[in-house]
């Protein structure tokens, strides 16, 4: 290659050698973070009540987002992301998509097989309901996890970059009703944490648990914990961090006093090949 070629060569989705043998992520481009949300269940509860999620306004003026009505688990990692980012010089780009169809879950992701290289690192905030074949709702039915994890797999502008999929799926088995005792003891399955042979530098933190059995207008109890947890414990790495944050959800499920009622931790599944410091300022480095 001569010295033309070179100066015209893009480079825009090379990696340092420096970053690619380091053992943390190194990020010298905004992270995207990318909300579908749905608030509403397709189909009633059994009670033929809808059990919505809990809405709040995000205030950040400062936001692309600001003043829109969104879930209250989207709003509060939010406002979680933007406080980390006023520590740097490197904001999110936020982007939501409410009532997601299965065109626009495939149009949103491709488009990062073109501009993906314009990102150091990825969350998609997936918050919906499970529907009876344990798929996520959608606005015209419902999608497998895989869906996404298999729309973006293959694209070369986000190899080698972290990426996070924070999942809340509300199951509706769960959701409250009159045959359900109070009483003082709750069921929690094993924390659960596995490594996935393909499809590297993802984690995926996946809660069935409903945002209703939350009181008040708080969030999950994943995101309660996710949010808890990170900010305790900044200076750690992501899957480092997520045994403390399934103790965290099992400490919230006791106190929701739901006797002989089988309530599930969130599965972790991880194939990050570095350390991932979400918690700390260096998820939005700034050097370059």
Known sequence: MDKEDDILADKSQSIHEEDFKSDTYVLRKPCLVMYFSRTVPNMQHEKGEHYEKKIVTIKDGSSSLANEKVDVDIGTIHDFLSGISRQTK????????????????????????????????????????????????????????????????SFKSMAAKPKLFLIQADDKKLFPTDSILKGTTAY?????????????????????????????????????????????????????????????????????????????????????????????????????
Not at 125 to 134: H, N
Not at 247 to 261: M, P, S
């Open 188 to 288: 929690a399955t094993n924390v659960v944490t596995k490594k996935i042979p393909t499809d590297a530098d993802r984690i995926v933190i996946f809660s069935t648990i409903p945002q209703v059995l939350a009181s008040k207008q708080l969030p999950s109890l994943l995101i309660q914990a996710f949010i808890d947890v990170l900010t305790s414990n900044a200076n750690m790495d992501l899957l480092s961090n997520t045994p403390f944050i399934n103790g965290k959800v099992v400490e919230l499920i006791k106190k929701l006093e739901r006797d002989k009622v089988d309530i599930p931790v969130p599965l972790v599944t991880s194939t990050l090949t570095k350390q991932w410091f979400l918690g700390g300022s260096s998820q939005f480095a700034t050097n370059v």
């Open 90 to 153: 490197m904001k999110p780009v936020f982007e939501l998509i409410r009532n997601p169809t299965l065109e626009n879950i495939d149009d949103k992701l491709g488009e990062l097989n073109d501009r993906g290289h314009e990102y150091g690192s990825f969350i998609f905030v997936i918050c919906s309901y499970l529907d009876e074949g344990d798929e996520i709702e959608i606005y015209n039915g419902s999608v497998s996890i895989d869906h996404f994890f298999d729309k973006i797999k």
